[in-house]
């Protein structure tokens, strides 16, 4: 497995920006990023495979991009236009697999999993 830590969390207003960051133990190829709001499950927000292709979730195509320097080993989230709704404990996965339950993003899920960072958005 690999080791994450997750960065860059905090509280900002409606319609600002913030960057995660999520740094790991050593290179993973795919990784993603999922979100858990109080009350809800956890849910995927945006993944980047081997070959650097990149998903996101409805709720935030054109407002979060994800990418990843191998060379560092950190994977990033950047987060414009931010709105209340994205009020989560924000965490980083490594180590993907085929979906079989579990938290599940495109059809894959992942076998390492950072301890989350806070971002909280207010209107």
């Known amino acids: 497995q690999v080791q994450l830590v997750e960065s860059g969390g905090g509280s900002v207003q409606a319609g600002g920006s913030l960057r995660l960051s999520c740094a790991a133990s050593?290179?993973?190829?795919?990784m993603a990023w999922f979100r858990q709001a109080p009350g809800k499950e956890r849910e995927g927000v945006a993944d980047i495979g081997n070959d650097g292709r990149t998903t996101y979730e409805d709720a935030v195509k054109g407002r979060f991009t994800i990418s990843k320097d191998n060379a560092k080993k950190i994977l990033y989230l950047q987060m414009n236009s931010l709105k209340p709704e994205d009020t989560a404990m924000y965490y980083c996965a490594a180590g993907r697999t085929y979906c079989r339950g579990g938290d599940c993003f495109q059809g894959w899920t992942y076998n390492s999993w950072g301890q989350g960072t806070q971002v909280t958005v207010s209107s």
């Open positions: 050593r290179i993973s190829y795919s």
